[in-house]
């Protein structure tokens, strides 16, 4: 059974206080890797795909890696606009096939 | 672009009550996805349509949920007989079909619509 774990469950960090988020998971034969963020009242806002370990993308303050297990979204220099849930999706071949979800890292970044 | 949409974007019903809940897509987008997202629990997967396949239902938790696809575009969720457990944010997504050696496999997600079975 696919299965995503996403650690910590939430996270607080000062503005300007670099982290990281891991998403650990297992999957029969790793279609991609989808990063979401998510607000509170709204729906997921897509991130990120990753396709193979070794893999990276960035986005403004936001850096996501992929290795065979896990996958890690580092954040430089957080803002206060950042605090949302980060969640971590993977999906199993032949694509487009539906996603299986962690339960997300809640983060709050302090100014 | 216009997103994908859903609506209503909030439904109080009474346990026992049929509820229908929309989802319009993104234009040109082939594959669509309803989703649900309980308090504390992660999105669980319900049903999946691609193109003009018949849906992938495996994830639809009783026989009292169902959802059909009209036109190869907007989709409808219906809930029969609505329990308490029923209550949740219901989300949609779309995404574009594979094209050659290309992927499109992200998923667009709605807003979502927000159940209340009291």
């Known amino acids: 059974e696919d299965q995503v774990t996403q650690s910590p469950e939430a996270l607080r960090l000062q503005e300007g206080e670099s982290s990281s988020l891991n998403c650990s998971y297992t999957?029969?034969?790793?279609?991609?890797l989808f990063w979401y963020r998510q607000d509170p009242g709204k729906g997921p806002e897509f991130l990120f795909t990753l396709y193979s370990a070794g893999e990276e993308k960035e986005k403004e303050r936001l850096k996501a890696t992929l290795t065979k297990k896990e996958s890690f979204l580092h954040i430089t220099a957080p803002k206060p606009e950042d605090s949302a849930t980060y969640l971590c999706?993977?999906?199993?071949?032949?694509?487009?096939?539906?996603?299986?979800f962690g339960k997300g890292t809640r983060l709050s970044v302090i100014a | 672009g216009a997103g994908v949409s859903q609506s209503p974007s909030n439904k109080v019903t009474e346990k026992g009550k049929d509820v229908e809940l929309r989802c319009d897509p993104i234009s040109g987008h082939t594959a669509l996805y309803w989703y649900r997202q309980s308090l504390g629990q992660g999105l669980e997967f319900l049903i999946y349509f691609q193109g003009n396949s018949a849906p992938d239902k495996s994830g639809l938790p009783s026989d009292r949920f169902s959802a059909e696809r009209t036109g190869g575009s907007v989709s409808t969720l219906t809930i029969q007989r609505t329990q308490q457990e029923d209550s949740a944010v219901y989300l949609c997504?779309?995404?574009?079909?594979?094209?050659?050696?290309?992927?499109?496999?992200?998923?667009?997600f709605g807003p979502g619509t927000r159940l209340t079975v009291l």
């Open positions: 997504a779309s995404s574009r079909t594979r094209a050659g050696t290309s992927t499109y496999n992200e998923q667009f």
């Open positions: 999957v029969s034969g790793l279609r991609g």
């Open positions: 999706a993977v999906q199993a071949p032949p694509g487009n096939t539906p996603l299986v």
